[in-house]
């Protein structure tokens, strides 16, 4: 066999990258998605699908591995896609991804990132290929649920129901051990159910992946927050492990003067609030509305954008986001060379439904009227200075750029720091690492505690849901060796060293 011809044989199209440039699903007219809170994305038809598919090059070194924190097989199900075995492309896709629907729509996708390809081109469109393969398989039902044959007898508490805690129970399940998730909220999802907001991701998709991993075994208690309506000592008694995957939850705050003034808040507040009256469950407290006032976001991460999007929809005066550092560059620079994630301008489909985007300036304060409400912020521009790798070291205030902008509403999207401490982790007095994160190492997620892991955002600080997921998964191999003297569950390096042979 001449070797173009096992070529052919092992990629879908050797001349696909060549032949065809990447291209995105349409999306709904800006104008009109802001009257609706419903994810406005189309789908891929077959034959453009499979153009996009055609453009991997199988490369010999698949650098889009090393830049998946989940080590999805990606070449492989590309291929797949491009022949549509769409049975061979989930299977593919799932064993290493447990929730595609999540990642497909979420994900930055650092894949693409280190996708070869985009040495000299566009990179191959992975993430939407990664939707378009789960999708697919739900529409002709390929997604069934696998409840284990056998149950090993040991019980495993899986304390938050966010990615890495769903992925943790998902993985523990599939190995026949009892797995309860307690989440202190009313419904599963955490981040996913009420931090992102539905235009990004309906919620209907969470719940269908929330009820298959019922119809699985895995037992949802709601409601259930430990450490104070759940009793820890209960837990510690009653459980073989227990993985703590309650998330970096503590926002960063920004205390300067008039912080405590009405019409500030943190981000998280805002659409969680928007994420309970789109699914019509009650608000509590007071409501957190924006229609004809000016917004002001400080923030420029996803959480500001979220805040963005939502303005837009509730009927904004006006919309100002906020970033400290300078503006980054549209492109690759000398210092953050391929495969590296680049810190480059990223413009959200939030964005592009309206906003004013400003950098490299700073809050000095808030200010308000005689009855305590927020009328403006002090801003002042800030001028950067660069550090030997190109990086944004130290700032100075402009002289004579100190100014008051109209606002009514703030939102504070600085990140969050570390998990919560009242409660659960105080009591189980958890060692905790210098950022405030509950310690354990990758090499065994096991904390300070017996028989007590750690897994997610509220192991490694805030971060990504493919992480989240990509912890979960970890975790449980471990939680499973700890139970049992050694896993059935495949590593993340094992699966990528199996294919390699």
Same mark, same amino acid.
């Given at each position: ?23 995105? #699903? ?21 034959? =453009? +699908? ?18 998946? #924190? ?17 049975? *061979?492309?989930?299977?593919? %896709? ?53 409840? #284990? ?44 159910? !009420? ?41 510690? $008694? *009653? ?15 920004? @205390? ?19 994420? =309970? ?47 400290? +550092?300078?503006? @980054? ?5 000398? !210092? ?62 402009? @002289?004579?750029? *100190?100014?008051?902008? #109209? ?11 570390? @998990? ?21 190492? *990758? ?15 509220? $192991? ?28 059935? %569950? ?12």
């Amino acid at each position: 066999m001449q070797v173009r011809d096992l070529w052919r044989k092992i990629m879908g199209k050797p001349t696909g990258f060549l032949e065809f440039t990447r291209e995105l #699903p349409g999306k709904a007219d800006p104008r009109e998605r802001v009257s609706h809170y419903n994810e406005f994305v189309e789908r891929f038809p077959d034959n =453009k +699908l499979n153009q996009q598919a055609a453009r991997c090059m199988n490369c010999g070194v698949p650098f889009c591995h090393s830049g998946c #924190p989940l080590g999805n097989v990606i070449p492989e199900f590309n291929d797949a896609v491009y022949r549509q075995d769409w049975k *061979e492309a989930y299977d593919i %896709l799932s064993s290493t991804n447990n929730f595609p629907e999540f990642t497909g729509r979420i994900c930055p996708a650092p894949c693409e990132s280190a996708c070869v390809l985009g040495i000299n081109q566009p990179p191959v469109a992975i993430e939407e290929i990664e939707k378009h393969i789960i999708e697919v398989a739900f529409d002709k039902g390929l997604v069934q649920a696998k409840a #284990p044959r056998m149950r090993t007898g040991k019980k495993i508490a899986v304390i938050g129901s966010g990615p890495a805690g769903l992925a943790a129970a998902a993985q523990l399940n599939y190995a026949g051990h009892t797995v309860t998730v307690f989440e202190r909220d009313d419904a599963p999802g955490g981040l996913l159910r !009420y931090g992102i907001p539905d235009f990004k991701l309906e919620k209907w998709v969470v719940e269908r992946r929330v009820k298959l991993m019922e119809e699985e075994g895995v037992v949802f208690q709601c409601n259930a927050n430990v450490g104070v309506n759940v009793s820890t000592n209960d837990l510690l $008694r *009653e459980y073989n492990a227990i993985v703590l995957a309650g998330g970096s939850t503590i926002p960063r705050d920004l @205390p300067i003067e008039g912080r405590q003034l009405k019409g500030v808040h943190y981000a998280m507040d805002f659409l969680k609030q928007q994420n =309970k009256r789109v699914s019509n469950i009650a608000v509590e407290g007071s409501d957190i509305l924006v229609n004809g006032k000016n917004v002001i976001v400080i923030g420029g991460g996803d959480t500001g954008s979220d805040c963005v999007g939502t303005s837009n929809r509730q009927g904004a005066k006006s919309i100002t986001q906020l970033e400290l +550092l300078p503006k @980054p560059p549209g492109e690759r620079t000398a !210092y953050m060379p391929w495969p590296t994630y680049p810190m480059v301008l990223k413009t959200s489909s939030s964005h592009e439904e309206g906003a004013d985007r400003k950098w490299a300036i700073a809050t000095k304060s808030f200010i308000g009227d005689e009855e305590g409400n927020l009328k403006a912020l002090r801003l002042v521009d800030l001028q950067w200075t660069a550090s030997a790798d190109g990086r944004p070291a130290k700032f100075t205030e402009v @002289p004579g750029s *100190e100014r008051d902008v #109209p606002c009514e509403m703030a939102f504070l999207a600085m990140g969050f720091v570390h @998990p919560q401490h009242t409660g659960l982790l105080d009591q189980l007095e958890v060692e905790k690492d210098e950022r405030g994160n509950v310690k354990a190492t *990758e090499k065994d997620y096991l904390t300070s505690i017996p028989k007590v892991f750690t897994a997610g955002d509220m $192991r490694r600080g805030q971060s990504l849901v493919v992480w989240a997921i990509s912890e979960g998964r970890e975790c449980a191999r471990k939680v499973d060796e700890f139970l049992m003297g050694s896993s059935q %569950l495949e590593s993340k390096d094992h699966s990528l060293q199996a294919m390699a042979l």
